[in-house]
């Protein structure tokens, strides 16, 4: 009989240490707005994505591409909700929606998300990217693994707790949780769970007096990271020799 396979939740990067990544898959989510936008750059006909954790290391991409023009690559980077000085992108899906990205790579820095990935790297079975957009291709690819146990990585805001993340983190834990090869006693996902049930009739509304949009200006974006289900695709975390990357099954 196969044993059955353990579901956690870290809810936030800070605490990753706590976790043996030796067997785990690592999802990693940033609802506002990171692996969101990565999604739909990808979603887009982008070739892959590659996180970079500081601005410097963005930069020395941004000069790579101005001095071999033939390279097919944007560099986005976003600090505090805001794209920085010298970028001609941050992380707001509406820059990437509607835009074809045909065979291009996006490098991109952002003040939670890109951390989070760069904590996960280390996962045994690799990491995959969801948002409130992919969550049920996300959920279906768990399902095709057989093997590794999950754990689902929130980005957070600078190292705390944020609601967003852990609504997304329960949605993808009640749903893998139906499928009876999977199994938890933690309490990061009991919490998760009873969060999403608490908010899913309206999940904007439940959002209106968290720390994002009390902090943020940016509902429109915020309306649209939580559409549910609107593209079928799981990026994935390869390396290769220079850096490391997502794109899509």
Not at 4 to 29: E, G, H
Request: glycine share 6%.
């Amino acid at each position: 009989m196969r044993s059955k396979r353990n579901i956690d939740v870290c809810l936030t990067p800070f605490m990753i240490d706590l976790f043996d990544l030796s067997n785990k898959k690592v999802i990693v989510i940033d609802v506002f707005r990171a692996t969101s936008a990565m999604c739909i750059f990808l979603n887009n006909r982008g070739k892959e994505v590659i996180p970079v954790s500081t601005i410097e290391e963005a930069k020395k991409y941004k000069n790579k591409i101005h001095n071999f023009s033939s390279m097919q690559c944007l560099v986005a980077a976003e600090r505090n909700g805001s794209i920085v000085p010298g970028f001609d992108l941050g992380n707001s899906p509406l820059l990437y929606h509607g835009k074809s990205f045909q065979d291009m790579s996006l490098v991109i820095t952002t003040t939670n998300g890109t951390l989070a990935i760069n904590k996960s790297k280390h996962a045994g079975a690799g990491m995959l990217l969801a948002s409130f957009l992919n969550s049920n291709a996300v959920i279906d690819h768990v399902f095709s693994d057989t093997e590794h146990d999950i754990l689902i990585v929130c980005s957070g805001w600078k190292g705390r707790f944020c609601i967003e993340d852990t609504l997304l983190a329960g949605l993808l834990a009640k749903n893998i949780l139906l499928n009876d090869t999977f199994v938890s006693n933690s309490d990061s996902v009991l919490l998760a769970q009873d969060l999403y049930v608490s908010a899913q009739s309206n999940l904007f509304s439940f959002l209106s007096n968290s720390s994002y949009r009390k902090r943020m200006n940016l509902d429109e974006d915020v309306r649209y990271c939580l559409q549910r289900d609107i593209m079928d695709i799981v990026p994935v975390w390869s390396e290769n020799d220079f850096y490391g990357g997502f794109s899509l099954l």
